[in-house]
């Protein structure tokens, strides 16, 4: 496909399925050996930091991304001060299930899961777990549709109104 290219980034990662994709600008930042890839897989110019201890990035088939997705599996102990806040790294598996979209200039957070064909909108920092089928958004992402296979209906359109507004108000 047009503009897909091989990346010697890509080639670091040892677990990996068939057609998994990348564009110039992915880049494994730590931890190739604690990224596990499933098949079908677009990570396009994401930057992935699975950390190199009790850190992962598990990403399964046909899950893909938008440009500029940063997946975190790695922080640092902001309890501690200096050098120490430097070195005392704290790491937490992240797992993308099968299908899901997380949308461009996203950031996905140590710890977190992302449940089968959930989409995660553009911009979005998620915090915490996103069940499978829903839509998250935001700043820190919250749901704005509940059921992707059951959105249309009058109740559903209505709890994802009232909840958007509820995520307006939270601010
Ligand atoms: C999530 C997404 C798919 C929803 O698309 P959609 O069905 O057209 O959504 P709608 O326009 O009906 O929006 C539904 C509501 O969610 C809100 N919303 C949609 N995307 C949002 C976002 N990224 N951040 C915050 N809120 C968002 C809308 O404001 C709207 O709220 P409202 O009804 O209170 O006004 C889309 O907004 C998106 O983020 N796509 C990602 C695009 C991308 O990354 N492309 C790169 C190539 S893969």
């Known amino acids: 496909m047009f503009g897909l290219m091989t990346n010697t980034e ?9 057609n998994v994709t990348c ?6 930042f730590h931890g190739a050996d604690n990224i596990f890839l499933g098949s079908n897989i677009s990570l396009v110019d994401s930057i992935l930091n699975a950390g190199s201890g009790t850190g992962s990035i598990t990403i399964e088939d046909c899950a893909f991304m938008g440009h500029g997705v940063k997946i975190l599996a790695r922080g640092h102990n902001y309890t501690s001060y200096n ?3 430097q070195l005392e790294v704290m790491e937490r598996p992240i797992h993308i299930k099968a299908g899901a979209w997380i949308g461009s200039g996203s950031i996905i957070l140590a710890g977190v899961t992302i449940g089968r064909h959930a989409v995660v909108a553009a911009g979005s920092i998620v915090t915490r777990d996103v069940r499978e089928y829903t839509v998250v958004a935001g700043n820190p992402a ?6 992707i296979r059951n959105k249309d ?19």
């Open 10 to 18: 890509l080639d670091k990662i040892s677990h990996k399925g068939d």
């Open 23 to 28: 564009e110039a600008g992915f880049t494994v």
């Open 83 to 85: 050098m120490d806040r």
């Open 142 to 147: 919250r749901v704005i549709i509940y059921d």
């Open 153 to 171: 209906g009058w109740l559903a359109r209505l709890t994802n109104r009232v909840t958007r507004m509820l995520n307006g108000w939270r601010k």
